[in-house]
């Protein structure tokens, strides 16, 4: 059996194409990219209740969780959160050839729990009035990735690297700025709204210009 198979995509359409290993299987392990945690558990809690079989999630940093791929986890599924990490592990020869597609697009956010602390824009960054802005590692985490580019392109990242402080995946990220860790930190927006409304605080939605499709 191989190792992982990084389709991406509704867990119900996965097991369409998956139906002939797992046509047997009372437990399925997943590998999911820490920003879709949340959604990726709905979609588990459906597919338990049409299947009777058990979803195992594993949630992480893409690169964590393809490290582990490559280290023999015996993941049957990888939701990531960019397409360069799946292609590279086609090409290695650690998937199921043709079951690699995109499912969706994630969006960049920067959050505050505190309500009215950031704004509309993103000005909140070149005020400076905070001690602590977290990101994802962004040599593991496409969204930290993202965040770089974004204070790139704000030409302030240079200014702000004394006040960076990076979280191991997107969900240690939000962590910090929900425990009051880091007063804002980018996140996806996906792990900000609950039942399609936002959580309490304040969050600048990032133009998807600013930075590379996630």
Same mark, same amino acid.
């Given at each position: 059996?191989?190792?992982?198979?990084p389709?991406?995509?509704?867990l119900l359409?996965? &097991? +369409?194409?998956?139906? =002939?290993r797992? &046509?047997?299987?009372?437990?399925?392990?997943?590998?999911?990219?820490?920003?879709?945690?949340?959604?990726?558990?709905?979609?588990?809690?459906?597919?338990?209740? $049409?299947?009777?079989?058990?979803?195992?999630?594993?949630?992480? =940093?893409? !690169?964590?969780?393809?490290?582990?791929?490559?280290?023999?986890?015996?993941?049957?599924?990888?939701?990531?959160?960019?397409?360069?990490?799946?292609s590279?592990?086609?090409?290695?020869?650690?998937?199921?050839?043709?079951?690699?597609?995109?499912?969706?697009?994630?969006?960049?956010?920067?959050?505050?729990s505190?309500?009215?602390?950031?704004?509309?824009?993103?000005?909140?960054?070149?005020?400076?009035h905070?001690?602590?802005?977290?990101?994802?590692?962004? $040599?593991?985490?496409?969204?930290? #990735?993202? #965040?770089?580019?974004? +204070?790139?392109?704000?030409?302030?990242?240079?200014?702000l690297?004394? $006040?960076?402080?990076?979280?191991e995946?997107?969900?240690?990220?939000?962590?910090?700025?929900?425990?009051?860790n880091?007063?804002?930190?980018?996140?996806?927006?996906?792990?900000?709204?609950?039942?399609?409304?936002?959580? &309490? !605080?304040?969050?600048?939605?990032?133009?998807?210009?600013?930075?590379?499709?996630?």
């Amino acid at each position: 059996m191989k190792h992982g198979a990084p389709a991406l995509g509704s867990l119900l359409l996965l &097991a +369409l194409l998956f139906v =002939a290993r797992l &046509a047997a299987a009372a437990e399925i392990q997943v590998a999911v990219a820490s920003n879709f945690t949340g959604p990726m558990q709905e979609l588990a809690r459906q597919f338990e209740q $049409k299947t009777g079989d058990h979803v195992v999630l594993v949630s992480g =940093a893409t !690169g964590k969780l393809a490290a582990q791929i490559e280290q023999g986890a015996p993941f049957e599924l990888l939701l990531a959160a960019d397409e360069r990490t799946p292609s590279r592990l086609e090409s290695a020869g650690l998937t199921v050839p043709g079951t690699r597609f995109t499912y969706a697009f994630g969006k960049l956010a920067l959050y505050s729990s505190k309500s009215g602390f950031v704004d509309g824009k993103g000005a909140v960054l070149r005020g400076g009035h905070f001690r602590h802005l977290a990101l994802a590692n962004p $040599k593991l985490a496409p969204y930290g #990735a993202a #965040a770089i580019a974004v +204070l790139k392109q704000l030409q302030l990242l240079d200014s702000l690297q004394p $006040k960076l402080v990076e979280g191991e995946n997107i969900s240690q990220t939000l962590e910090f700025v929900t425990t009051g860790n880091a007063e804002l930190g980018f996140v996806a927006l996906s792990q900000i709204l609950l039942a399609g409304k936002p959580r &309490a !605080g304040s969050y600048w939605l990032v133009p998807e210009s600013m930075y590379a499709p996630i």
